[in-house]
């Protein structure tokens, strides 16, 4: 690979970094319930989309495709949004005008998976200047709870921004690098009536919910309430805003991909006063909506620009 492969480029088509595509007779996007046996349809269903929402909870992301469409004055008949990927129950993929909303499951593995066959469909339906969002939920650190947190940096379990993967038996590492003017443009979207606080920071990355976050209440547990507190203000010293366990990945794979990308997480607990969600459904319902408003805003100003 040389240094320009690795350049994103908004005027770039999303391209598919594999030779091997090309002598596929029909690519099989397994977890999506997608295929190329009919590119054509893919090019005409999928073929404007511009932005691709990705979060962990397929409700969640119904719910957004919901919202997108209210916001960009779309589907005023208020029919049921299509899942294309209702083949399967692995993940679900719904659109709203140029605005994919796709749900990635917990964890690095689960994103990687779709992601690849996102890709991959991007690649096929010949779309353009593609950016790419997570739209999470995490855990703060000294934040306030409710508040949304755009990883401006993000980092394994050991402070390093590369995502490692086995690949052949070696070990592979890709830097999750993040785009600072898309951060930039998304940190411009907060108003100053919002109800929530939008902040920049470092976002933590780890492969458990519990252990791995320092939880005190997983099945498993060898540490007690000091180290976790010990643990705690290390996360502060590294400027640590949030703890989550999907950007380290997500961000090294958009940039791999050549895409741009950003994650914007709300904060459901302030981790060093508790360790158990205990936000109501409704209330997680409208923080959850928070990260949202701010892609949805960026989304809208895009469009304007573009074509307004
Ligand atoms: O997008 P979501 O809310 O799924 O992100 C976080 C990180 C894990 O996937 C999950 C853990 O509860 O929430
Ligand atoms: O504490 C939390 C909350 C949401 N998601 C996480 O990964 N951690």
Redesign the pocket.
Known sequence: MNSEQNVVCAKTPVRVRNPHIKSLSVDHLYHIALDTSDINKLETLFGDVKFVCFGGSPSRMEGFVDYINRELGLNENGHCPQNYAAGTDRYCVYKAGPVLSVSHGIGMPSLSVVFNEIVKLMHYAKCRDVTFFRIG???GIGVEPGSVVLTEKAVDGEFSHFYKMFILGKRVERPAIVDEDLIRDLEACGRDDDDFQTVKGTTMC?ED?YEC?ARLDGAFCDFNEEDKMAFMQTLKDHNICN???ESLGFLALCRHAGIKGAVACVT??D?LKQDY?TVDIPKLKLWQLRPQMLISRYIKKKIGAEFG
């Open positions: 939920t995490s855990g780890t919910f976050q703890i989550e366990m459901l607990l981790r969600i």
